[in-house]
């Protein structure tokens, strides 16, 4: 799994800073719990936004192919750059696309957001395991996760 | 489950798992992060909404004071009722309310909610501290605390 | 601050604020994370530690009795004293201790510790519920509760 | 701060999952509240892990610089790799080591481990920022990361 990491690469010539190339969206709100010292929203908060990002894009897409398929798969890869501060109290907004598909991963590209200023992107890889083992994407699920990439994309 | 632990004793007459009680509110997202093995939200994110709805009471109320005055407020008691189980995703609301205004110390009144659904009660108590010391509530707090008690306390 | 919130009141004669009167021990290492902006550890931090008591205090006492029966019990009120400032780095005990044994609930008392010094107590209701209603404690679990109480405990 | 992102890149020959290559360590305990539905440790968790590992770097390495240098460090990349499942309740070893001297910014590389078990990796790219703008790092700071870097490294 290291051929491909690097923004460049993955995201290939989508910008996640900006908000129009995602296909799915949440929104969180931010908690007093969330500061630290330097009173400023933790990473580890905005790792949780990326979180439920994608267990937004998941309850939206990817429901109907049943907890059975969706136990198959892995997330093995997390990378975030954080690109500003963020402050309590607030909500942001958490855009989510498909950045790559590949044979048996595929590549998740997020934003978060509050209003038009970008706070931090991600990405994120998660492989389909079978037995312990990467496996094909199954068609239904290649179907989904193709029609969730950015508009931009060839 | 109610003949020793009773919110009836400390809020007196006030019923926290009523909404019209609550002077102030403030709002919060389930995280899915705060999901437990149980696949309910955990009672530390429960404890996370009451926190925001006590720090959206004092932005609100109490913000014109300075920092100087709110610096010397430490709260020394903690008390909640878990009374529903809660799912994610989804959101919730956080009423407060000042149910006792002591000579140095004053009680605060929550309820996390889910619409009308009351998912958990809290008591709080927070003491005035001058020079490591319980000292008197200035004037100026007693008056803000005092209109934020419930419409229908005495 | 003590005339109406007294531990002493729930917890009987049990001071929670010293060491010898647990029955069960656990140990944590604070966290990063768990700093607030005063750069205190967050009381919800504090919350977690407690949790974290009374999971090991139902593991190492409890595990016997099996899943089957453990998913009858439901914490329903948790209250907390916040007794000193708690830094980073380091870690900190938690003893956990039964104090109450009623016909269908009961109360655990907790105190966090760092060397001799108490940094919060805590104690929380926990009530056997069978059907959706409060019913009488196993005696399987009585037993193992009675052996759970402090050794200062009439 | 595209460049160069990528585990092979930045951590050239470094194996991260070898607890041998590591500079400095720190230790933390598991918590209940870490725990997801599938009764697994949370990503988040494992974040928190490794952003404690990079404290304990700087405490133990970097104090003598003093606030007024550090303050003037961003973390804006950090990347983690998901290796093995993590269970509660035990505790963790984090490593971190630094793996890039840049002339504006740095990588540390870091490990969770259990045991010999690797859990997770990590690799994150601090920058040197004056005045907004990222800035050569001074001199006793390019030489505490000097000194932190892996035994194997050239």
């Given amino acids: 799994m290291n051929e491909r990491v690097g923004d460049a690469e993955s995201a290939g010539t989508i910008d996640l800073t900006a908000r129009d190339v995602f296909a799915e969206w949440a929104r969180a709100t931010i908690r007093y719990a969330d500061l630290d010292p330097n009173n400023h929203v933790n990473n580890g908060a905005i790792n949780q936004f990326f979180e439920d990002g994608r267990v937004q894009f998941r309850t939206a897409r990817m429901a109907p192919l049943g907890e059975a398929t969706l136990a198959g798969f892995a997330l093995v890869r997390y990378s975030a750059t954080y690109r500003a501060a963020l402050h309590y109290p607030g909500e942001v907004e958490i855009g989510t696309v498909v950045t790559r598909l590949g ?52």
């Avoid at 044979?103 to 492989?127: M, N």
């Avoid at 990467?134 to 989904?144: C, E, Y």
């Fill in 103 to 154: 044979g048996s991963s595929y590549d998740l590209g997020q934003g978060v957001f509050q209003g038009d200023k970008c706070i931090a992107t991600a990405e994120v890889t998660t492989v389909h395991i079978v037995d312990g083992r990467s496996a094909r994407l199954p068609d239904t699920v290649r179907a989904i996760l193709e029609a969730a990439r950015s508009a931009g994309q060839g």
